[in-house]
């Protein structure tokens, strides 16, 4: 199939797009590097792989360039290993980003944009296919290593080398797609999924057992009947916790030169109590606000449940408004039995990407660490933050000139920390960070000078051997 009356679209003006310049600019050398300078000192007890995956365009983009949405993926991977550090990085080589290399240019356009190539420039098997767009997460589980997607299959990745070995299903369970945050139970070692599309039934959960096979293949969420984005998802012992927020998809509105995806504020936000028993939805509802992503959740001992969670007023960059977007740190008690979500600020400034030690995903019990802002007025996130919600307590640290990607809880032999990847604005050197977990504002313990800049991304992961 080829793209009748859709023209080519136009090379993106790299020179002036805030996402592909500065921390943002796309990184196309691939590296191996071993025995890394090192500021400070790798704990002796740590043995493992700092992953972290992030939109990175092959070739410069044509089209309209969506962040987060465009862009192939990157793997960077930080092995530790006896207090010395080693750096690899690789694309994940989809069957399009193969089909630009073979050609030497890029040849789809982005996410929102229509043009799909035909079958003269990319063969039958690739004509009228959108880019696959696995560049938003990493995650181990079950014996694989997937580059995840959202809403689509993701790619599985060799551990040895990084190099790719195709689309995955997990043994049909994310055979339709998945979200990028499936979460990892670490009581059973299930991994549990959500996908969303933009066909009835909208909404689909399943999951994934420890050793790798389908426990529950997708079915379908009760009671949705719009196309929303979904981004992430919390889990408890008894629950899959989706929150719906009003953001729909509009194909209608897009094929007539219209936004793809429109904000209902009107609509209020849900909140869908999934039992993992496979009994019915519970629903809740309250108004209107947008979350990106989760820390940790837990069920109270009174059948309600708690969800810690970097809140929005309205996802900025798919909908407008008056004001902008302001966020915080929240957490909401969801009660099932009269459907009420009661929200509580735990503090009122912008954070994101915020983590737990993942261990304690189902039971939010301890630290949540986020990215935040100390209003240099620059751009990106430039420091850290961590909260323990429950004591009611805040710290951060400071990292100068650093801009910083999320925080990723590691668990050593002897000590834990907390692990990340910031790229500094005066060099744009790229660095690992190891922060102890139990004095963070304290500062680093190590610094591992990365050989080439990583481009400001998305989610890691920490991969003890
Ligand atoms: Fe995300």
Redesign the pocket.
């Known amino acids: 199939m080829s793209a009748p009356g859709i023209p080519r679209p136009a090379p993106v003006d790299m020179a002036h797009h805030k996402h592909l310049t500065g921390l943002f600019a796309p990184q196309r050398e691939e590296v191996d590097v071993h025995d890394l300078r090192v500021i400070g000192e790798i704990p002796a007890d740590l043995r493992g792989a700092y992953l972290r995956n992030g939109p990175n365009p092959r070739f410069d983009p044509i089209g309209r360039y969506v962040y ?1 949405l465009d862009g192939d993926g990157m793997v960077h991977r930080v092995e530790i290993a006896d207090g010395h550090a080693r750096y690899t990085n690789r694309f994940v080589r989809t069957p399009m980003v193969e089909a630009e290399e073979r050609a030497g240019h890029v040849i789809w356009g982005g996410v929102t944009d229509l043009y799909t190539p035909s079958a003269d420039e990319v063969g039958p098997a690739l004509a009228g296919t959108s880019r696959d767009l696995p560049d ?2 990493i995650v181990r589980h079950g014996g694989r290593l997937l580059a995840m997607a ?1 809403s689509a299959p993701p790619y599985r990745l060799d551990p040895a080398d990084l190099s790719t070995l195709g689309r995955e299903t997990c043994d049909g369970a994310m055979a339709v797609g998945s979200t ?2 499936p979460k990892l139970d670490p009581r059973t070692g299930e991994l549990v999924l959500f996908n969303y599309m933009l066909e009835a039934p909208y909404l689909t959960w399943a999951v994934v057992g420890e050793d790798g096979t389908t426990v529950r293949p997708p079915q379908p969420v009760d009671g949705v009947d719009v196309p929303l984005m979904i ?2 998802m919390a889990l408890t012992d008894r629950y899959v916790v989706l929150v719906l927020c009003p953001l729909a998809f509009d194909i209608a509105a897009m094929l007539t030169g219209g936004s793809l995806l429109d904000w209902r504020p009107g609509d209020g936000t849900r909140v869908a109590l999934i039992p993992r028993d496979g009994g019915p939805v519970r629903w809740a509802s309250c108004d209107a606000f947008w979350v ?2 989760f820390a940790g959740a837990r069920d109270l001992p009174d059948g309600r449940v708690q969800v810690d969670y970097a809140q929005w007023t309205y996802p900025g960059g798919f909908a407008h408004g008056d004001t902008p977007a302001t966020g915080g740190l929240v957490r909401a008690t969801i009660d099932p039995e009269n459907g009420t979500v009661d929200r509580q600020t735990v503090f009122d400034r912008d954070v994101e ?1 915020p983590r737990v030690d993942d261990r304690t995903l189902t039971r939010s019990a301890g630290s949540v660490a986020t990215v935040g802002k100390l209003g240099r007025g620059s751009d990106g996130w430039d420091s850290l933050w961590f909260f323990d919600p429950d004591a009611g307590t805040e710290t951060h640290w400071d990292p100068g000139s650093l801009a910083v990607g999320e925080p990723q809880y590691i668990h050593g032999a002897d000590g834990d920390y907390w692990g990340m990847i910031g790229t500094d604005r005066a060099d744009l050197t790229s660095w690992f960070v190891l922060l102890p977990a139990a004095d963070p504002a304290s500062g680093p313990l190590a610094r591992v000078q990365l050989p080439t800049r990583v481009p400001s991304g ?2 890691g992961a920490w991969l003890p051997v």
């Open positions: 987060p938003i997460n959202e990028a945050h981004h992430d990106w992503h990407f998305l989610h």
